[in-house]
């Protein structure tokens, strides 16, 4: 597609569900991003991708966090047993390059969580 | 470890003024820089980015900013504002290489335009 496509916009979860957060990025792009912004905040990083290689994912707040790009384009977010401190945009960025922030990205227009 | 300083968070600015938004880093070696902006409800676009060379960057939509080593700055500047420039505006500062690849970014300062 033309851009980075994230689904769904905007997600409410019950306390204790567990959520799962779909990327599209561009096409052919080989790194691959999550960040999550908390509200009034800058985004922070979470993990990143080259193709279907999890090179970082230092930035995973707990084990109920995991990501995966089993096929080196679409990405999943899921957090299980979600928390209200989950509560958050979740972006995702794509590059076509390996050197991806040497170059700066571009960012979907996130997913809203709110858990309730 | 790297950081990033936005000591504005919230700026007002008249329509046709000129605007400058504070950007501080801390970065080991020479930084990669940039500029974002997020309207409401959207994902964050790139204004400009700074590598090497000349110090003075110019960017989109009338932007600029200029990298000072000696101040570890990069502060955002734009002679004229129009009140579509009304966005949040976050500078970030770029890690690189295999397994080490993030930006980390400040937490941003709001632009608010009055007519």
């Known amino acids: 597609g033309a851009g980075v496509s994230q689904s769904p916009r905007y997600k409410v979860a019950k306390r204790g569900q567990d959520v799962a957060l779909r990327c599209d990025p561009i096409s052919g792009h080989v790194s691959l991003f999550w960040y999550q912004q908390a509200l009034g905040q800058g985004p922070e990083f979470l993990t990143y991708?080259?193709?279907?290689?999890?090179?970082?994912k230092s930035g995973l707040p707990s084990d109920r966090f995991f990501a995966e790009r089993p096929e080196g384009s679409v990405s999943t977010l899921k957090i299980q047993r979600t928390q209200q401190e989950d509560s958050a945009v979740y972006l995702c960025a794509s590059s076509p390059d390996r050197t991806a922030s040497a170059k700066g990205y571009t960012f979907g227009s996130g997913t809203r969580l709110t858990v309730v | 470890a790297q950081s990033v300083t936005q000591p504005d968070i919230h700026i007002t600015v008249s329509e046709g003024a000129s605007l400058e938004l504070r950007c501080n880093y801390s970065?080991?070696?020479?930084?990669?820089l940039f500029w974002y902006v997020q309207s409401p409800g959207q994902g964050l676009q790139l204004l400009l980015k700074?590598?090497?060379?000349?110090?003075l960057v110019q960017g989109i939509k009338g932007f600029e900013a200029e990298f000072k080593r000696s101040q570890s700055s990069f502060n955002l500047r734009k002679p004229s504002v129009h009140w579509s420039d009304a966005a949040e505006y976050f500078c970030?500062?770029?890690?690189f290489g295999v397994g080490n690849e993030k930006l980390t970014f400040g937490t941003g300062t709001r632009l608010t335009i009055i007519p």
């Open positions: 991708f080259q193709n279907e290689a999890q090179l970082d």
């Open positions: 970065y080991g070696a020479t930084p990669y």
């Open positions: 970030a500062v770029g890690s």
């Open positions: 700074y590598f090497s060379g000349d110090t």
